[in-house]
Each structure stands twice: as C-alpha cells, then as structure tokens.
C-alpha cells in the first residue's frame, strides 16, 4: 500500500463545490495540494450505468482522494473496487457528515455512534483495494463528545488498521443544526486533534475546521501530518497561491497573477464546454477568486448573468476578467 503521497496539506470533500471542474481548477493553483471529491453514495455508484458521472477525473488532477458515502460493507467494498480501477489514489469513509439526507441512510456522522460498524466497512473497503482507505470523522456527535469516546473511536479503527484520519475538530449534533450550523456552532477543538496524535504517533493525522490562511496550516504542521481547508479554498481560492513553495518545499514559480491564472484555465474551458458542460458549472466555482479587488462585483455578475445563456463560454470568462484592475 502506497501512503506516501503528501498529505501535508489537502482541499475537503464539498458537495456540490469540489467537483472535477474545481479539482482541475485548484491544481493550477497548486501541484501537491491532496484534491478530495465531493461524497459519492456507494449505493449510486454501484448501481450506475454510467460511474464516469461520478468517477471521471483528469490525470493532472491526481493525486486525489475519491470520498464514499455508505454503511453496507458489501457495497462500499464494491465501490472502493471502482474508485481505485478509476485511477484514484486513495478511497475514503465519510463519518462527519450530518445532514437528515444522509443520517436516513445511516451513513455519515451518525456512524460514529456504531464504531463497529465503521471497522467492517473500513475493512471490507481496505480488502477490496490496495490503495489506502481513510476516515473523515469529526471528535463528537450529540453527547457523546468526550475525550474517551473519541478516543475509543479512532482507537477501534486503528485496530481494524486504519491508518490515516481527517477530523473535523468540533462534534456535529444530529438534531436541531442544519449542515451549515454545524460547521459553525459546536466549538473547535484542536487539542483533541493534537492529543490524538500525541497518543497514537503512527497515524496519519489531519486537522479540518476553521483554517483560513497558510500561517494556521504551517503552526499545526509542527504537530501533526496533514491540514485540511474547505471553505476557504473555495471562497478564497488565491490563499493556496503559495502552497507549494511554503507547504511542500516546491521551487517550481507558481502561477503569477489570479489572471494568468484564468489563462490557464480557459483552453479546459473551451474543451469541456465544446464536449457539453455547461458555462454554469464551468465558472461557478471561480466567483471568489478576485475576492476583494477592484471589479470583482462586476466579474461575478458577468459570469453568473451570462453562463446561463453564452455561446462562447471562455469568450464570456475574458471579458469577465477584463473588469477587474488586479494590481
Ligand atoms: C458546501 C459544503 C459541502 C460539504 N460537503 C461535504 C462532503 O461531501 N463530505 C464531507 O466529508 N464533508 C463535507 N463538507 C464539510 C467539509 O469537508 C469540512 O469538513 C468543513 O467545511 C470544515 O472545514 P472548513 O472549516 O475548512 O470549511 C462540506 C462543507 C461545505 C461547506
């Protein structure tokens, strides 16, 4: 099993955000950054006549990491089986994810509550495949957020051999938050995170929850093998500018300007809307990137008004980018 790719610094799995337009998007910004999916049902995926929906992917987007969303060993051990035949580099369990949607399949942070459970899928998963298998878990969920649950927790999967964990560092409560809220409101607790790598030093442990710039991401580094961003990749994709060189030691120039950045996004453009995809999905994932600079308004309006009905979608992105004054 290969677990040496680097995972010092990964994007979350987001629904809805981190699609393979996306991936393909932030790996300009970025040559070592771990790129995760978006949660894909094992049940869908294995029932699907066509998985490239769900599977399909560019090589340069490698490497990244295919997130299952299940709680039937069988079929996440069949689903794994797809994800690694796709060419991904590392399959994983979604145990943070709290939405009524997913606890009514029974899969997602309320698996945290059946600790067994998770161990036969996660091993189900890892005999199916020889890339590695993970967990997204968060410390908690409802009252059973104490240090020893948590512990107990990663502790069994450990045993079961798991190896690389991604917390979410505050508990989700089942009832009463919707998503959003909680990714807001229970608090963070880094230092769960931190204790569980002191306690169990041969994990692959990585933080999630709250990092906003490459400062946080460097502090936890001293301590722990991997931070993981979501949301402000995607609102403010540009902070990863210098991933690279500050992260993963990289002497490679990275892109110059959000600009040049565009440009090098646009002949993928062309190519995928020429194969159908529309302008939409294409440019709704580029509304942060001018984030606080003269024109931004302007750019984003263009792209959200235009996508819709452009016949020339990179003709559409240029002019977009003509309003913003980037120096
Ligand atoms: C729009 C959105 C969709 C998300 N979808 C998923 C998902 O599919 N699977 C998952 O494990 N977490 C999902 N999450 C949670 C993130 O992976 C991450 O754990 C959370 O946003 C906390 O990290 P952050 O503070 O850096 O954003 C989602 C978050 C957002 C904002």
Redesign the pocket.
């Known amino acids: 099993m290969n677990l040496d790719f680097n995972r010092r610094l990964s994007i ?6 981190t699609d393979r337009h996306e991936r393909y998007f932030l790996r300009l910004i970025s040559k070592n950054i771990l790129l995760y999916s ?2 894909v049902v094992s049940t869908g995926l294995i029932h699907c006549k066509d998985t490239g929906i769900f599977l399909e992917h560019e090589d340069c987007e490698l490497p990244a990491v295919l ?1 299952l969303g299940g709680s039937y060993p069988n079929e996440l051990a069949e689903a794994s089986k797809l994800v690694e035949r796709a060419g991904f580099n590392e399959v994983n369990l ?1 145990c ?2 709290p939405s009524d949607r997913v606890q009514n399949g029974n899969f997602g942070a309320c698996l945290m509550k059946d600790k067994n459970l998770v161990a036969d899928c996660f091993k189900a998963m890892q005999d199916a495949v020889s890339i590695p298998v993970s967990i ?1 878990c968060r410390i908690g969920v409802d009252e059973f957020d104490s240090w020893e649950f948590f512990r107990d927790f990663v502790g069994t999967l450990a045993d079961a051999g798991c190896r690389i964990f991604i917390i ?1 560092a505050r508990k989700a409560w089942l009832k009463g938050l919707s998503p959003k809220e909680n ?1 807001e409101v229970p608090p963070l607790k880094y230092e769960f995170v931190h204790k569980l790598k002191a306690e169990m030093p041969h994990l692959n442990i990585s933080l ?4 906003k710039t490459l400062d946080q991401v460097e502090e936890q580094l001293k301590d722990l093998d991997g931070v ?5 990749a995607y609102e403010n994709p540009w902070f990863l500018r210098d991933a690279d060189e500050r992260i993963f030691g990289s002497t490679d120039t990275p892109v110059s300007s959000r600009k040049a950045l565009l440009e090098a996004y646009l002949p993928y453009v062309e190519k995928e809307f020429a194969k159908g995809t529309p302008a939409t999905i294409l440019t709704r994932h580029l509304y942060g990137l001018f984030t606080g600079l003269p024109g931004a308004r302007k750019f984003r309006q263009v792209l959200s008004q235009g996508a819709p009905k452009t016949k020339d979608a990179a003709e559409m992105l240029r002019r977009a980018m003509d309003f913003v004054v980037e120096e």
Do not use: F, S, T
Request: hydrophobic share 30%; aromatic share 0%; glycine share 16%.
């Open positions: 979350a799995p987001m629904l809805d955000c978006e949660m997130q979604n943070g994810c997204k979410h990714r999630n929850g709250g990092i993981m961003v979501g949301r402000e």
